[in-house]
Every structure is written in C-alpha cells, then in structure tokens.
C-alpha cells in the first residue's frame, strides 16, 4: 500500500481546507466538494459535518476510491472507515485547527457521534 511522504502531509495539514472528489463506476471523477481535514501519524483523515447520508461521503464510502487537494498535493486516494482508536485524537487536532472558526462549525466535525463519518484517507498506487 502506498505510504504519504512526510511533505506532503505536511502540506496538507497546513491548508485550511481540502477538496474531495470520488470516483464513479466508470472511473471519472464526481465534482469536488470542499471540506475540512486533519492528519494523525501516517494518514490523513476526513469527516462529514452532516452526518453518514451527506452525497460526499456516502459516495467516497461506496466507491473506496477518489482524490484529494490541499496545500498543493493533488493525489489518487483510498477511502475506508477510521479505526474507532483515532477518535478523540483526531477531534483534538481538529479543535486546534479549526476553533478560531467558532464552536458551531468545529462542533459539527467532533464529538461523540461522528465516528460514522470519520473516513481514513491514504495515497494509491
């Protein structure tokens, strides 16, 4: 499996917001949605802020497949379900990146019922 190098994790994670985009049946790409994200060790990962049946995020768990963009990193990407153990270190990073935006915002990415959502993003081959 394909690893991110350190850079463009890096990168990534300096970048406010992320664009999505997954991939349909016949391999072309959905229109991007923007969104925010976070990285924790090796991976990056991402949530939706409205809950498991927003278009986004259900396509992206469908299909397993897309691509991302921030901070100048564009890659192919697998999409697959976070492990339940990042749950509270990823709500931490997100609450240091994105509080300054107020609690309303920050909160529909973190708190006890957005595990569901939580969708662990790595690089393809």
Do not use: C
Request: hydrophobic share 35%.
């Amino acid at each position: 499996m394909a690893q991110w190098t350190t850079d463009e994790l890096r990168r990534i994670n300096a970048s406010t917001e992320l664009r999505v985009t997954s991939e349909r049946a016949d391999g072309s790409l959905r229109p991007y949605t923007t969104i925010w994200h976070s990285t924790l060790g090796d991976a990056l990962y991402i949530r939706s802020a409205h809950g498991p049946q927003n278009g986004w995020f259900r396509r992206a768990l469908h299909s397993g497949k897309g691509r991302i963009s921030a901070g100048g990193v564009e890659k192919d990407v697998t999409f697959e379900l976070a492990d339940p153990a990042v749950r509270s270190d990823l709500d931490r990073a997100l609450h240091q990146k994105y509080d300054q935006y107020g609690p309303g915002p920050v909160g529909a990415i973190t708190g006890p019922d957005v595990l569901e959502t939580t969708l662990k993003v790595m690089p393809r081959d």
